[in-house]
């Protein structure tokens, strides 16, 4: 009679145990402390775009243009956090097709607290790629600065976001992506990101044509410590963008991690030692310049190469991004105003090609067995075809914005600066 008793009362709980299988797995697939991480890494991506960016590339800028540049990083952090939650993570993470995703997700539809990704909740795997979207817009407004109106930059994002950036993080990363099923290696963007941005900011710099002046006249930065700054910011932040890309605190994430602060300390050094042959002073702006290079370098290699490999990829980006952002520059004659082609997209370009060789345990990283000459031509074919896509897809949506609201501002809003021009304002008040 007793144990009846007992029965009545536990076999209502024990029912309920069996009928909810799902929130028992969900939680039990949980991992607390790649959840912190990737909390974390959240955070510093952010971080990079908004003060990180915003103050590398205001600082580079005169002093009439500085707040247009906060304005198009912030203004474009906004938009697109409203594009990625509308469609963009749907049309970027669901199965639908090898070259873009479907709708089913659309406002996190189906989405709970106690949906997974991993070991991770879902919703933060939403918000740590809803970072990185923001952020590789926020790129290439370095190569039309000081002439673009604002208007403009946000239409060119968003629907840049719309038509490049969500297919090809699809065809990379996405479940069933096309690139990614040819067994691609790009870690956390050298791909998706830089050479996407890269490809994105030579048409658009092309297309909106050269500021006023150049290159005849000087057009020095105006306030090299508030570059510096924000390369501080953005230096620090890539370790959650390429640490964090491990999706876990694990192994991967700390080497990850490592060759972070390697390959930008060789392309620092290796910038400023070019300038001081070359012109017998290493600059501040040198510095600055050749670490962004050697993080996005790293960027695609990350998660696979070991020290050496971030010391080779690091000296051969510094190289070759001093190669393009000078030499190339000026003998093609485009106006790149903040070098995002030569440092994000060569830079990406040599990481996304040299991870093929040094991914390879015989060289410190971590795949065994490498057939290298294969992996190099996965990689440079998802380089030409992501390249080729993009400058085709961007040029079509600049020449749509231009006969629509036009991309330039007038000659006199670009003499006065767009800081009173479009916004009414001015950084400074001396």
Same mark, same amino acid.
């Given at each position: 009679?007793?144990?009846?008793?007992? &029965?009545?009362?536990?076999?209502?709980?024990?029912?309920?145990?069996?009928?909810?299988?799902?929130?028992?797995?969900?939680?039990?697939?949980?991992?607390?402390?790649?959840?912190?991480?990737?909390?974390?890494?959240?955070?510093?991506?952010?971080?990079?775009?908004?003060?990180?960016?915003?103050?590398?590339?205001?600082?580079?800028?005169?002093?009439?243009?500085?707040?247009?540049?906060?304005?198009?990083?912030?203004?474009?952090?906004?938009?697109?956090?409203?594009?990625?939650?509308?469609?963009?993570?749907?049309?970027?993470?669901?199965?639908?097709?090898?070259?873009?995703?479907?709708?089913?997700?659309?406002?996190?539809?189906?989405?709970?607290?106690?949906?997974?990704?991993?070991?991770?909740?879902?919703?933060?795997?939403?918000?740590?790629?809803?970072?990185?979207?923001?952020?590789?817009?926020?790129?290439? /407004?370095?190569?039309?600065?000081?002439?673009?109106?604002?208007?403009?930059?946000?239409?060119?994002?968003?629907?840049?976001?719309? /038509?490049?950036?969500?297919?090809?993080?699809?065809?990379?990363?996405?479940?069933?992506?096309?690139?990614? $099923?040819?067994?691609?290696?790009?870690?956390?963007?050298?791909?998706? *990101?830089?050479?996407?941005?890269?490809?994105?900011?030579?048409?658009?710099?092309?297309?909106?044509?050269?500021?006023?002046?150049?290159?005849?006249?000087?057009?020095?930065?105006?306030?090299?410590?508030?570059?510096?700054?924000?390369?501080?910011?953005?230096?620090?932040?890539?370790?959650?963008?390429?640490?964090?890309?491990?999706?876990?605190?694990?192994?991967?994430?700390?080497?990850? /991690?490592?060759?972070?602060?390697?390959?930008?300390?060789?392309?620092?050094? $290796? &910038?400023?030692?070019?300038?001081?042959?070359?012109?017998?002073?290493?600059?501040?702006?040198?510095?600055?310049?050749?670490?962004?290079?050697?993080?996005?370098?790293? $960027?695609?290699?990350?998660?696979?190469?070991?020290?050496?490999?971030?010391?080779?990829?690091?000296?051969?980006?510094? *190289?070759?991004?001093?190669?393009?952002?000078?030499?190339?520059?000026?003998?093609?004659?485009?106006?790149?105003?903040?070098?995002?082609?030569?440092?994000?997209?060569?830079?990406?370009?040599?990481?996304?090609?040299?991870?093929?060789?040094?991914?390879?345990?015989?060289?410190?990283?971590?795949?065994?067995?490498?057939?290298?000459?294969?992996?190099?031509?996965?990689?440079?074919?998802?380089?030409?075809?992501?390249?080729?896509?993009?400058?085709?897809?961007?040029?079509?949506?600049?020449?749509?914005?231009?006969?629509?609201?036009?991309?330039?501002?007038?000659?006199?809003?670009?003499?006065?600066?767009?800081?009173?021009?479009?916004?009414?304002?001015?950084?400074?008040?001396?």
């Amino acid at each position: 009679m007793q144990f009846s008793k007992m &029965w009545g009362i536990f076999a209502p709980l024990a029912l309920a145990l069996v009928l909810t299988p799902t929130a028992a797995s969900a939680q039990d697939a949980l991992d607390t402390g790649d959840t912190a991480w990737i909390l974390i890494s959240t955070g510093l991506v952010l971080f990079m775009m908004i003060p990180g960016l915003a103050m590398f590339y205001a600082g580079l800028v005169r002093t009439r243009n500085v707040l247009s540049v906060f304005m198009h990083c912030f203004g474009i952090t906004a938009l697109i956090t409203i594009l990625w939650t509308v469609c963009g993570y749907s049309l970027a993470f669901t199965a639908n097709n090898p070259f873009i995703g479907g709708f089913s997700k659309t406002f996190l539809s189906g989405i709970t607290g106690d949906s997974m990704w991993g070991t991770i909740p879902e919703v933060l795997f939403f918000v740590f790629q809803m970072t990185f979207a923001i952020i590789t817009p926020g790129l290439f /407004v370095g190569a039309f600065a000081e002439r673009m109106k604002f208007s403009a930059v946000l239409w060119f994002s968003a629907l840049w976001c719309i /038509v490049v950036y969500l297919p090809v993080t699809h065809m990379v990363w996405g479940e069933g992506g096309y690139f990614s $099923t040819l067994g691609v290696f790009d870690f956390a963007g050298g791909i998706v *990101v830089h050479i996407t941005a890269g490809s994105a900011a030579l048409v658009a710099a092309i297309l909106v044509g050269k500021r006023q002046g150049y290159p005849e006249t000087p057009m020095p930065p105006h306030n090299m410590t508030m570059n510096l700054i924000g390369t501080a910011m953005l230096w620090v932040g890539w370790f959650g963008f390429n640490g964090g890309s491990a999706l876990a605190a694990n192994g991967q994430a700390a080497m990850a /991690v490592v060759v972070t602060q390697i390959s930008p300390s060789v392309a620092a050094l $290796t &910038w400023i030692f070019i300038e001081w042959i070359k012109n017998g002073k290493p600059s501040a702006l040198g510095f600055a310049t050749g670490a962004i290079a050697g993080l996005a370098a790293i $960027t695609p290699a990350s998660g696979w190469v070991g020290p050496l490999g971030a010391v080779v990829i690091g000296f051969v980006s510094s *190289v070759v991004a001093y190669w393009a952002a000078t030499w190339l520059k000026r003998t093609a004659g485009y106006d790149d105003a903040l070098d995002v082609v030569g440092v994000h997209g060569f830079g990406g370009l040599v990481g996304t090609l040299l991870v093929a060789f040094f991914a390879s345990a015989a060289l410190g990283g971590t795949e065994e067995g490498l057939d290298m000459g294969k992996q190099f031509g996965v990689q440079a074919y998802a380089v030409v075809a992501v390249t080729i896509y993009t400058l085709i897809a961007s040029l079509i949506i600049l020449k749509i914005i231009d006969a629509i609201c036009g991309l330039r501002v007038d000659e006199q809003a670009e003499t006065g600066g767009l800081d009173l021009a479009e916004h009414g304002e001015v950084g400074y008040d001396l």
